[in-house]
């Protein structure tokens, strides 16, 4: 479309089209505030090379929290070279008589490298145990050593950082229902993801489990309230850039985590037990 044929379009009274172009601005804004923290990234990825050091990520949450969006963000313009995604699917029966967490440690970070875990080893603490995907024994088995094995990788220098991304029951049906409409997003629609709302209150009982269990000076919980997505990205880069005290750092920029939606582990288990004194249940 040449340039005046736009103007023309713009000035006839297509409402539907301006709304399209506003929300093409929103993402240009938001895409253009983000992209000074993500070029951070890659300095911190250069810290990293140099250093020789490991650098794991945890993303949790629960299913259309904003994980995938959140992932795609970090890593959009970081060096290829130097980090990877990790999401395993269903274990083999090979692995499901292993350790547990023997095939996560086989995708862990060499020198100079990120890992980004979409879901991890807690997935048994949160969905294996709700849809009967690990027995009584193997989740307790977890809860009990899981503290440890983490704290085993912060004392070999692995720069180890865990967000949760927390979504509202009413956004997370919201996003399904796009899933559901959107022909580019069904394919992320399952049916586990119809029984997450069923089950909300189960998985908010095991979250505050988790939590409670597994949130330590040595190993934090971040977690981001992720009903806007945008913001929950920003503050999950800015989490990143603040594990590791890397050169060049542009001080210029807010590295200033959001606390109307950025709370540490501790915190969200405080809110949470705040909550269930006030109406009889968790709410978040």
Known sequence: MEYQVFLDVLAQDEEDFKQLLYKRYLRYTEDEEIKPYQAELIKLQDHLEKQQQKMIILIEGRDAAGKGGSIRRITRYMNEKH?????????????????????????????????????????????????????????????????????????????????????????????????????????????????????????????????????????????????????AHLNAIKSILNKVDYESRNMSLDYTVDEEIYYSGAREIELMENHLHETGKFIV
């Not at 980090?83 to 862990?108: C, D, I």
């Not at 720069?159 to 959107?182: A, C, P």
């Open 83 to 231: 980090y990877r995604v990790v999401a395993l699917g269903k274990p083999s029966n090979v692995q499901t008589s292993q350790w547990y967490f023997q095939r996560y440690v086989e995708h862990f970070p060499r020198g100079g490298e990120i890992v980004l875990f979409d879901r991890s080893w807690y997935n048994r603490a949160m969905v294996e145990p709700i849809f009967d995907f690990c027995t009584q024994q193997q989740y307790t088995t977890f809860m009990n050593t899981v503290a440890q094995f983490e704290n085993d990788l912060v004392e070999h220098d692995i720069v180890f950082h865990k967000i949760y991304f927390s979504v509202s029951k009413k956004t997370q049906q919201e996003r399904f229902l796009d899933r559901e409409t959107n022909n580019l997003k069904k394919w992320k629609l399952s049916e586990i993801d119809v029984q997450m709302q069923e089950r909300w209150d189960e998985f908010t009982e095991m979250k505050y489990q988790m939590l409670k269990r597994t949130h330590s000076h040595t190993s934090p919980w971040a977690i981001i309230r992720s009903n806007d997505k945008h913001r």
